[in-house]
């Protein structure tokens, strides 16, 4: 018979309750010992649900207190020099000054960087290590949390990341790999004490398999693994997914160890080739229930598929979710938002354990047929391509220039904001009134023009250059456009984690999509009324919609974004008209929506690019479009950017210490001048952190900008929105930016 497991379960809890528990112990409102006691409520819920769905594994190890790598660098000894003065009075405290530059305990400090987990809109904070880094294994947590579970009657699998895996996600040196021995011996002191503990499985995620991998890499697997299974006194799983295999598949089953995950759900052609590989002492995992969507899996259609494998290999066929779970919501029995019928399409996390059970069931001799999820006919992605074509604007971007300088007449280094400002209590619980219709609607706008108000006189005072409206009536960057476009379902509990403590809940695409009405004019034309200086209308862009939503299942991903990006157009166009002169269209998920697989990238930016350009291409030369874009590796995506064609590009920078700027001012692929050649304003102080920046810090980082950026191309501004901020860090860091700016530019113009 089949067995059941998953790779890893959200961690935020059915009611977020562990970022509520987070956030109130950063603030001082509770003490550690209560911020354990949440977290051990969380793992024993997430793994006592594994049990009732008859799983015959319980996942451990999956739980973070902000990152899961950020939790193997600390296992492992990868904490940066900056980070030994002024340390923390404990482990927890010091791992979160790592995640957010500052803890209830130990000095402020520079916080480690951030970015994308693979294509996912998961951050994890990159492991910096150095030439001479040397490793020290201190697993307690893990072993403390395997002995938690065994107590609680399960049969604990723990979850580390592959040693490669680690690797390649970290940053610092030339030749990670050259690091692969001393780690490697971590490694096998972990497999023993797991081991020790009594660990009959240890599941190791190795996702790097899944991309184009230099040899040196791929070389490497096969010494490090034996060395691995040499020291295990555990059973092996290696995991991989996000991707097709390929190449890597007769790797991935040659090496030393017991099982092998793949993910059915990206590559399903993989699952009879994953059988053909499979040797006579291993077990294979398929990932059949999509782990970062929330449709309901297609039950029939694996249970006829697998009903052959089923019956060859028994209990070495092990049925899960194509990836861990974390990217899921967590139980849909919690949502009172969602109309009946639609609940009977959707599966979330606690959901898709059941599914896997049913599955179990259904694949045993004599089980009746499961019923089959019906197919919608869609357009083709040639029909979409078509009405993509010829979609550039009118002058290039030398002549633009001229004419938007001519009317705006910004100062050299001009200063602006990314789009929000901070989410206050008060206008938190003010939506939440309206929500709950407990006060008009009328009353509802008349807070929000206050809220606007309020926000662009601030902004006066510290003598920004370019305004925003900063957003009051936003919930969420894409939740808000899904909320006033056609064709979204919404949620009411649909949260899955961001990073930490952050957290979003996306809306489902659920049919063709199109624009009903105006959905942000009449607050960008409120707030413009209130200025003489420019205000930019603040639009997320259609890639950042789809990507950022959970999106149909029966139609291909670039017509859901042809769709999104009409509706946008139609948008642009209304701002336009109503006298607002700056649009920003961010596309932050521009990156992460790019197929792992260098084979893939044309298709994917042909349609991404192509959606971006088609929702500005009709503006007049006199509008300056901007773009955002953070938290990515842009120099993979350098040519995709710079065909996107925006006036103004701002990116995040502050974390990464400048070092995504070489791209910029490096890649010679962007123009005859090499670097990128529009305007870019690169973040100079780290809005995810705390900490509010000094003005001489500000000023050393403006200089620094100079010499690899033209002083007519630089503005200058944060490195992503101030929602998260509270009004206090965000006064005096704008302030000390603008102080830093006018310093600056006030030497460049002598």
């Known amino acids: 018979m089949a067995k059941t497991h998953i790779l890893g379960y959200p961690r935020i809890g059915a009611q977020r309750e562990l970022k509520r528990a987070q956030e109130a112990y950063w603030k001082g409102e509770i003490d550690q010992q209560a911020l354990l006691a949440a977290g051990s409520q969380v793992r024993s819920q997430n793994w006592r649900a594994q049990q009732a769905a008859g799983l015959a594994l319980t996942t451990v190890g999956d739980f973070a207190w902000y990152d899961q790598v950020l939790n193997h660098s600390l296992m492992f000894g990868v904490i940066p020099e900056r980070f030994t003065e002024g340390a923390a009075d404990n482990k927890l405290d010091q791992y979160f000054r790592l995640a957010r530059g500052r803890a209830p305990s130990g000095e402020p400090v520079a916080a480690n960087a951030m970015t994308k987990w693979f294509d996912t809109n998961y951050h994890y904070l990159v492991p910096e290590f150095t030439a001479d880094q040397v490793f020290n294994l201190d697993a307690e947590w893990l ?101 097709p295999l390929r190449e890597n598949l007769p790797l991935a089953f040659s090496l030393p160890v017991e099982g092998v995950h793949i993910d059915a759900v990206r590559a399903p052609e993989e699952v009879a080739l994953a059988a053909a590989a499979l040797c006579d002492d291993q077990l294979l995992s398929v990932g059949v229930v999509n782990g970062r969507n929330v449709w309901k899996t297609d039950l029939a259609r694996w249970q006829q598929e697998l009903a052959p494998l089923a019956e060859k290999l028994g209990d070495r066929l092990w049925l899960s979710a194509s990836c861990s779970l974390l990217h899921s919501p967590v139980d849909l029995a919690t949502e009172t938002k969602l109309a009946e019928v639609e609940k009977q399409k959707l599966a979330y996390s606690r959901q898709k354990l059941d599914e896997l059970n049913t599955l179990q069931q259904a694949l045993n001799p004599g089980a009746a047929i499961l019923p089959a999820i019906g197919k919608t006919e869609s357009r083709s992605e040639a029909e979409v391509r078509a009405e993509l074509d010829n979609t550039w604007r009118t002058l290039k971007y030398p002549e633009r220039a001229k004419v938007q300088q001519e009317r705006w007449q910004l100062p050299l280094l001009p200063t602006t904001t990314i789009g929000s400002f901070p989410q206050t209590d008060v206008l938190r619980q003010v939506r939440k009134q309206f929500r ?218 502050a974390r990464s210490d400048l070092r995504l700027l070489q791209a910029f001012s490096e890649g010679e692929r962007a123009g005859e001048q090499g670097g990128y050649p529009n305007e870019i304003g690169p973040g100079i102080y780290d809005i995810h952190s705390p900490n509010v920046p000094e003005r001489a810090e500000l000023v050393a980082r403006t200089r620094e900008l100079l010499e690899v950026i033209p002083k007519e191309k630089l503005w200058i501004n944060p490195d992503c929105g101030l929602k998260t901020r509270n009004w206090a860090e965000v006064g005096a860091a704008l302030l000390n930016m603008v102080e830093a700016a006018r310093t600056v530019r006030a030497e460049t113009s002598r």
């Open 436 to 653: 709950n219709q407990e006060i008009s609607a009328q009353d509802y706008d008349a807070h929000l023009r206050a809220e606007i108000a309020e926000a662009i006189r601030r902004q006066e005072i510290l003598g920004l250059d370019v305004l925003v409206h900063g957003e009051a009536e936003r919930n969420d960057m894409v939740e808000y456009f899904g909320e006033q476009l056609d064709g979204f379902i919404h949620t009411g509990n649909g949260w899955v984690q961001s990073y930490g403590s952050r957290c979003v809940k996306p809306p489902i695409i659920a049919g063709d999509i199109s624009r009903p009405n105006p959905m942000t004019v009449q607050w960008s034309e409120y707030a413009q009324s209130l200025s003489k200086k420019p205000v930019k209308g603040m639009l997320t862009g259609p890639v950042t919609i789809l990507n950022w939503s959970f999106p149909r299942e029966d139609v291909p991903r670039a017509v859901s974004c042809q769709q999104i990006a009409r509706a946008l157009r139609e948008e642009v166009l209304d701002l336009e008209a109503a006298g607002i002169g700056i649009i920003q269209i961010d596309e932050p998920a521009l990156r992460e929506g790019v197929p792992l697989r260098v084979s893939g990238h044309n298709d994917y930016f042909a349609w991404a690019v192509g959606c971006f350009r088609y929702t500005c291409s009709e503006v007049k030369a006199e509008t300056q479009i901007h773009t955002h874009m953070c938290y990515s590796n842009f120099n993979s995506i350098m040519d995709a950017i710079v065909a996107l064609d925006a006036d103004v590009i701002t990116i995040e920078s």
């Open 143 to 243: 072993l403390a949390e395997v002995k938690e579970a065994q107590s609680l009657g399960h049969n604990a699998k723990p979850v580390v990341i592959g040693p490669l895996t680690y690797l390649w996600l970290g940053r610092g040196v030339d030749d990670a790999l050259g690091l692969l021995p001393k780690l490697l011996s971590c490694y096998t002191q972990l497999l023993e004490q797991l081991a020790g503990a009594a660990a009959q499985w240890v599941q190791i995620d190795e996702p790097i398999l899944g991309l184009d991998l230099p040899p040196e890499w791929r070389e490497a697997f096969a010494p490090a693994y034996h060395t691995l299974a040499k020291a295990s006194g555990s059973k092996l799983l290696l995991a991989s997914y996000f991707s």
